[in-house]
């Protein structure tokens, strides 16, 4: 079974400051998803990473995978308030037909 | 282009009481799942289509849930009788076939039900 673990799961940030969300799955993969989730809303699609070694990047955003440590990161860049939400990412393995797996979601806060 | 639509937005019933939830996929989108995602965890799938057949419903509780995508565009997913713990938010999310795009979900708003 796969297993989708974040870390951490509640992250409180003052403004301006730099910090990284782990994801660590469990079997192999090769494509996983970063969504953002407001409260009361849906997920939105933030990054698609379709390959080892793939960097997106988005404002101050940036997420990257490495799938042979079975490990994605989200780093977030002088982080401002709008930036406060709830962060999953998502697994698919190739032998799914593309259902995702989700991590259990990182809480962040950013203060001023 | 329109996104998924799902109703209703909210709904409360109680327990042992039925339920049912609407949902209408991105157009030309040939795979719609849903997803239940109880306060504080990540969605977990319950149901996943393509066209008009069931791909995977392992998660789904089949004693009391039950799902239809009749003609391989809205879906309906029904709770009866509902329990406490159906308390959640029910996502429904589609995306075009596989080897179209790159596998993203596309999300509705959700459907909130409280059970009392």
């Known amino acids: 079974e796969l297993k989708v673990e974040q870390n951490p799961l509640f992250l409180s940030m003052q403004e301006g400051k730099n910090y990284t969300i782990y994801c660590n799955y469990s079997?192999?993969?090769?494509?996983l998803y970063w969504y953002r989730q407001d409260p009361g809303k849906s997920l939105e699609s933030l990054f698609v990473?379709?390959?080892?070694?793939a960097v997106k990047q988005e404002g101050r955003l940036m997420a990257s995978l490495d799938t042979k440590a079975r490990l994605s990161t989200l780093h977030i860049t002088a982080a401002v308030h709008d930036l406060s939400a709830t962060y999953f990412c998502?697994?698919?393995?190739?032998?799914?037909?593309?259902?995702?797996?989700f991590g259990q979601g990182t809480i962040l806060t950013v203060h001023p | 282009e329109a996104g998924v639509a799902q109703s209703p937005r909210y709904k409360i019933i109680e327990k042992r009481q039925s339920v049912a939830f609407w949902c209408n996929p991105i157009s030309g989108h040939a795979t719609l799942y849903w997803y239940q995602q109880i306060l504080g965890q990540g969605p977990k799938l319950l149901i996943q289509f393509q066209n008009n057949g069931v791909v995977d419903d392992s998660q789904l509780p089949k004693d009391r849930f039950s799902a239809e995508r009749l003609k391989g565009v809205d879906s309906t997913l029904k709770i009866q009788p509902a329990k406490l713990e159906d308390s959640a938010v029910y996502l429904c999310a589609s995306r075009p076939l596989r080897g179209r795009g790159t596998g993203e979900l596309f999300f509705g708003e959700g459907s909130r039900l409280t059970v009392l």
């Open positions: 990473l379709l390959s080892n070694g």
């Open positions: 079997t192999t993969s090769d494509r």
């Open positions: 998502a697994v698919v393995r190739s032998t799914s037909y593309g259902k995702l797996t």
